[in-house]
């Protein structure tokens, strides 16, 4: 399995559009010919999730080490399948799935 990407998508709030941090910047013209000035606006919830993002962005998905282990046992003969267990644990991902399809 590959994951790529953070998968959080951001979208543009009141038609302004999110900058590639997810912050929104808000140019303000008060009279033709003065000056713009742009604000950003962070809820301490929007600094949560950019914290979450970043620490989720930086977590292994996957054990590298246990996959050489088991390649490694895989070409010295050495790894055994239990028909069994794959069976029942394939089952149990099926009905996960059937379930979560129904609270849906």
Not at 37 to 54: C, G, K, W, Y
Not at 55 to 60: C, D, F, I, K
């Amino acid at each position: 399995m590959k994951i790529e990407g953070n998968g959080i998508k951001t979208a543009a709030v009141n038609g302004n559009k999110p900058d590639d941090r997810g912050l929104t910047a808000r140019t303000d013209a008060r009279s033709e010919g003065s000056p713009t000035s742009s604000t950003v606006q962070l809820s301490t919830l929007s600094a949560r999730m950019r914290d979450i993002e970043t620490r989720l962005g930086e977590t292994q998905v996957v054990n590298t080490a246990r996959v050489e282990e088991i390649k490694q046992a895989m070409a010295e003969g050495r790894f055994k399948v239990n028909p069994e267990a794959v069976a029942d644990r394939l089952i149990d991902t099926v009905r996960e799935l059937i379930n979560t399809g129904k609270a849906s």
